[in-house]
């Protein structure tokens, strides 16, 4: 078996005095999508964030292929996996392309500057996200979901071990969340690389992921396959309102139920 991409033992995170998750024993192998689900305020972006090591845990470890982040060093682990976060910032003006190119820079020694080859990944990248035809725009012009599209591009040419995405899907329209998805599902596939996302959309991580991580407050979760996991009785309490699952052949669809 492969070794994870990802392992936390007896994990402990909070913000502000509020638990999010305690004793959380998580492994990530290659070729594995987990969705991080639970209501606002809960501490998905949180847990996120410590699981890319941008902040420390309360208690317990976290490995990235097998090293702390202490003994991998910054670049080292920007090798192995790539935050999509869920805000963008751009302060000062750049061209789209050169946006992407920052995912390079891991990959680039430190007095040099990015190779042909680089640009040709950063150009492959904006093919794959649609955008092959704004390289030259300024970053500020772009709409939201252009944004969007050019973080995971940024993302892609990272080409990490391991992705974490924060709502890959904001400001998105429904071709493009499933593109996306798609994209992204297909280059873990490719790579045998692990994918770990923060989602909205249950519907959409039923079909993406085949593990899922419920937050349900106060440190408390659930963590297993997605099959086993998302029903109708464990999602009316992780989002405190009632769903039902509608059968199409094979496929559960989750709907909320309308109360008068």
Not at 23 to 38: H, K, M, T, V
Not at 107 to 120: A, F, G
Not at 143 to 158: I, P, W
Not at 192 to 210: I, K, T
Request: hydrophobic share 45%.
């Amino acid at each position: 078996m492969s070794a994870p991409l990802l392992a936390c033992r007896h994990l402990a995170v909070s913000i502000s005095g509020k638990q999010v998750v305690r004793e959380l024993n998580l492994s990530l192998l290659p070729d594995q999508r987990l969705a991080i689900l639970g209501r606002n305020g809960v501490g998905k972006t949180t847990l996120l964030h410590t699981l890319a090591g941008l902040r420390a845990p309360d208690a317990g470890e976290i490995k990235l292929a097998g090293d702390s982040y202490a003994t991998l060093g910054a670049r080292c682990a920007a090798r192995l996996r790539g935050l999509l976060p869920q805000h963008q910032g751009d302060a000062f003006a750049a061209s789209v392309l050169e946006t992407v190119l920052i995912g390079r820079h891991p990959h680039v020694s430190r007095w040099d500057w990015e190779s042909e080859t680089d640009v040709q990944l950063a150009r492959a990248a904006l093919a794959d996200v649609g955008l092959a035809n704004l390289a030259r725009r300024s970053i500020q012009t772009l709409s939201g979901g252009e944004r969007q599209r050019v973080a995971l591009a940024t993302l892609l040419v990272q080409q990490p071990r391991l992705y974490l995405l924060d709502e890959p899907l904001a400001h998105l329209d429904l071709n493009h969340q499933i593109a996306m998805l798609e994209l992204i599902g297909q280059r873990t596939r490719a790579d045998h690389a692990a994918l770990a996302m923060v989602l909205h959309d249950v519907n959409l991580a039923a079909r993406f992921s085949d593990r899922v991580l419920l937050l349900y407050g106060e440190g408390e979760h659930e963590l297993g396959d997605s099959a086993d996991l998302l029903d109708a009785g464990r999602l009316t309490r992780l989002y405190g309102h009632p769903l039902r699952v509608l059968l199409d052949g094979e496929r559960r669809w989750f709907v909320p139920e309308i109360q008068a």
